[in-house]
């Protein structure tokens, strides 16, 4: 059958979003409350989940403890080294003497400093025990429960960021040399009447090792809200073929690694290979834009187990 085509390969995938962060405690602890569930809209900075602070507010307290001591001790080392730089101008105070308040300062302002940072870091712990996100969005899973002990970096929840949107499908080999080049839309299992205009951002390179296929995203343009993540998108691939095409099942193209063929029976009975060019591949066809003649026969069944040169008797379809 001769047409005019722009065909499509349908491809079923979830909707995802291009940003998706796993969000996780910067510290371990025991989790005290779970502030967001599955569907949450969040914003930047608001809290996700908490752990037990008492541990946290210790090691503040502690800290803060001994910048006092070390405060202290710096202060007094600092007294003595002064005292001991005016005594030495005046060659009353013996140069070994001068040297230990020296070094005592100095370990003493060494301490003040690093005591100063521990504080830092024991206050900033104590800010971790809070989960904040990161940016706007969705929550689309959360991991944890109340009571839980978690480590750090630990996957609490996830985020799905807002902005672009995306569809993730698993593509088969066969296409991985006409994707980058076809043209690409989405449509969604909820809304079928309509369609968005896709662009493929991501191939992987290698494929899954059970179903050895190859996770392909593409960016939905101009996505908006009824769009949501999770939801079940089809995606179509396809190339406009120019001018008439031969609409023929996929069953009767072979390749055998010269390209696309397919058996032509003429008038005697007799098969022949045909090197065709295909246009582009549809669930169930293949667009023929150049090798056959419209009027030819053509084998749609059992293509692999002929041979050119064979002699067939041609059967009528079933009505």
Known sequence: VFENGAAAREFVGVVHARHETDLGFRVSGKVVERVVN????????????????KDLRL???????????????????????ERYT??????????????????????????LGRARRSLDLARNQLDYAELKA??????????VEPGQVV?????????????????????????????RHAKASVRLWSDDGRSFQAKLRELSP????????YAARFTILDADDSVAFGMTATVALGRSAEGKVAKLPLSSVLNRG????????????????????????????????????????IVTLGVQKLEAGLKVRTVEAPQ
């Open 38 to 53: 599955v569907g949450d809209r969040v914003r930047a900075g608001d809290v996700i989940a908490r752990l037990d602070p």
């Open 59 to 81: 090691q503040v307290e502690s800290a803060e403890s001994e910048l006092a001591a070390a405060t202290s001790n710096r202060a007094q080392a600092a007294a003595d080294y």
């Open 86 to 111: 005016t005594l030495k101008e005046r060659g009353y105070a013996a140069i070994a003497e001068f040297d230990r308040k020296k070094a005592a300062n100095d370990e003493a302002e060494g301490r």
């Open 134 to 143: 990161d940016a706007e969005g969705v929550i689309t899973s959360t991991r």
């Open 151 to 179: 480590a750090i970096g630990q996957a609490v929840a996830q985020l799905a960021h807002d902005g672009e949107k995306e569809a993730l499908v698993a593509l088969p080999e066969t296409w991985l040399g006409e994707v």
């Open 206 to 213: 290698q494929a899954d090792a059970a179903t050895r296929t």
């Open 258 to 297: 010269n390209g696309p063929a397919v058996y032509v029976v003429d008038e005697a009975g007799a098969l022949s290979m045909r090197p065709v060019t295909v246009a582009a591949f549809t669930a169930d066809s293949a667009l023929v834009s150049a090798g056959v003649s419209n009027g030819e026969k």
